[in-house]
């Protein structure tokens, strides 16, 4: 049960204080009742509450998928660049945060929401979610380095990488690859890379757990997730 008033700014009806108005004018019904109180409680899974006759739902989580193009942070609020958060322009809720973090340089898809517990769950390493990118490199990339990758990549830290699935798609002087990680180390997949001598010139992520890019997302741009989409996630932040 939640107070009408914070019902409806959640829903992006105004602020608490433009809310009141709308309630104090008669414009909000509950269960088909005018309501005459910002206090009124709801219930916002069995009451229905309307404004001016139009019914709104209450939806306390917002889940988009977003194409982050390069030259934004995968922050809130950046005091020198963009921010992934200035791109989506129509969410309900203001407290929507990114699932995670890609380099400034890095792009691809990002889960954007306010559903923290979702976000503990997809980052936590005891899940070993899998985050799989495209990626560009300076150099040859061999069937060695896929077996290299296999068994852990010594990255400078006091372990190896966990085993990570490499997939060659083109090799020569600039290769292409796909590259399965279940860790979300500092720079990771360039660090890998680096350590076998080569370099990351080119890098977005494709997927993320069931999530995957979809081909017609267009970079610097959003959808919210489908309900299959949601549900897989769901799934997740149920711990099946």
């Not at 969410?91 to 976000?119: Q, W, Y």
């Not at 490199?137 to 830290?157: A, N």
Request: proline residues 3%; negative net charge; glycine residues 8%.
């Amino acid at each position: 049960m939640i107070r009408l008033d914070k019902f409806l700014s959640e829903m992006g009806l105004g602020t608490r204080s433009e809310v009141k108005k709308l309630i104090k004018t008669g414009q909000i019904a509950v269960n088909g009742t005018v309501a005459a109180k910002p206090e009124t409680k709801v219930d916002t899974d069995a009451d229905e509450v309307s404004v001016n006759g139009r019914i709104v739902k209450y939806q306390r989580y917002e889940y988009y998928l977003f194409n982050k193009p390069s030259g934004c942070v995968s922050a809130t609020c950046d005091n020198v660049h963009d921010t992934v958060m200035d791109y989506i322009t129509d969410a309900v809720h203001d407290d929507l945060f990114p699932v995670g973090r890609l380099d400034i340089d890095t792009e691809g898809l990002l889960l954007i929401t306010n559903d923290g517990a979702l976000s503990h769950e997809l980052l936590s390493p005891s899940k070993h979610v899998a985050k799989t990118y495209y990626a560009r490199i300076d150099g040859e990339v061999t069937l060695d380095d896929i077996i290299r990758f296999k068994e852990g990549i010594d990255i400078g830290e006091e372990r190896p990488t966990k085993p990570a699935e490499l997939v060659i798609k083109k090799s020569g002087s600039v290769s292409e690859i796909e590259l399965t990680i279940t860790e979300g180390k500092f720079h990771q997949v360039k660090r890998m890379f680096e350590a076998l001598g080569k370099r990351v010139i080119y890098l977005k992520r494709i997927s993320m757990g069931p999530l995957k890019l979809p081909d017609d997302l267009k970079t610097g741009t959003y959808r919210a997730l489908t309900q299959a989409e949601t549900d897989m996630l769901m799934q997740i932040k149920s711990g099946k």
